[in-house]
Nanobody, 127 residues
């Protein structure tokens, strides 16, 4: 059974940093996408950062470019999101999602393209 587990959320002051981890398991394929989404109260879920296991098709939302950085450990099927210079508007529940068997190297941009989701981890940034 494919599953993903997030960790690393918390509360920080504006300008601080957090590192989120997303570990996927339950599948043997090596071509997959791991992606971060977030959802703030009253808002739609939005894509934050996405990566294919080959290292291609990396995407960052405009709102986080230059502040958030992805890194991968494909052997562990784990994706890390380093979040620096955090702002109050980054406050949200952060979800990791995976799509397996992605042979064309393209990760879906919309949440509807993902098969399996984690339970989420809360990030709160105070001003």
């Amino acid at each position: 059974q494919v599953q993903v587990v997030e960790s690393g959320g918390g509360s920080v002051q504006a300008g601080g940093s957090l590192r989120l981890s997303c570990a996927a398991s339950g599948f043997t394929g090596s071509l997959f996408c791991l992606s971060w989404f977030r959802q703030a109260p009253g808002k739609e879920r939005e894509g934050v950062a996405m990566a294919h296991s080959t290292g291609g098709s990396t995407f960052y939302a405009d709102s986080v470019k230059g502040r958030f950085t992805l890194s991968q450990d494909n052997a562990k099927k784990t994706l890390y999101l380093q979040m620096n210079s955090l702002k109050p508007e980054d406050t949200a529940m952060y979800y990791c999602a995976t799509k397996v068997s992605v042979y064309d190297g393209r990760c879906p941009a919309h949440s509807s393209g993902y098969d399996v989701w984690g339970q989420g981890t809360q990030v709160t940034v105070s001003s």
